[in-house]
């Protein structure tokens, strides 16, 4: 929701608005960026986290901008959102708290991929199931299309942050 992800979405969505590769390749050249300087230091949050950047990955995978499986990349992150204990998240929201992190864990567990490779172990994913639960979140509000309409419609307030109001304009909810 921040950041050069944001903005690799952007671009990536604009060179199929505008059928200008230019764009793309621009797009393609910060998401190379993103994942060259990646580090796990990061929060694991989905505003300006680990949880946003690896949900933005599979968002391009989603749409056919990357064909590549992205297991490899998301690895770490994988690792480094199983290591945050969900069973002591109070704040359930999309950009900081549970809703994020279960989008980005749904999103991996959706994803296509060519092996048996599951990201998540079965304690991991229990526990996933388990919280959810608790906090009535259901899993329609983590499908990837419902969590691109959450952000779209976050990103029609934003008035200070022009590639935000411009993926609002770009898109209409799905």
Not at 24 to 29: G, H, L, R, V, Y
Not at 120 to 133: C, G, K, M, R
Not at 146 to 160: E, G, I, M, P, Y
């Amino acid at each position: 929701m921040n950041g050069q992800m944001g903005c690799a979405i952007f671009f990536a969505l604009l060179s199929r608005a505008t059928q200008n590769h230019w764009y793309e390749d621009f797009a393609s050249e910060l998401l190379e960026n993103i994942c060259d300087n990646l580090t796990m230091s990061l929060p694991v949050n989905f505003s300006s986290g680990l949880c946003g950047i690896g949900w933005g990955i599979e968002f391009l995978k989603y749409k056919r901008f990357i064909n590549d499986d992205t297991d490899e990349i998301l690895s770490d992150i994988d690792k480094a959102v199983m290591e945050r204990d969900i069973r002591r998240i109070t704040d359930t929201s999309l950009e900081t708290g549970l809703t994020g992190i279960l989008a980005y864990v749904n999103c991996r567990l959706m994803s296509k991929r060519d092996t048996c490779y599951v990201p998540f172990d079965d304690v991991y994913l229990s526990e996933v199931n388990q919280i959810a639960t608790k906090f009535g979140i259901s899993n329609e509000s983590k499908e990837i299309t419902q969590v691109w309409n959450a952000c779209l419609n976050r990103f029609k307030s934003s008035h200070n942050c022009p590639w935000k109001k411009g993926i609002s304009i770009l898109c209409e909810p799905e």
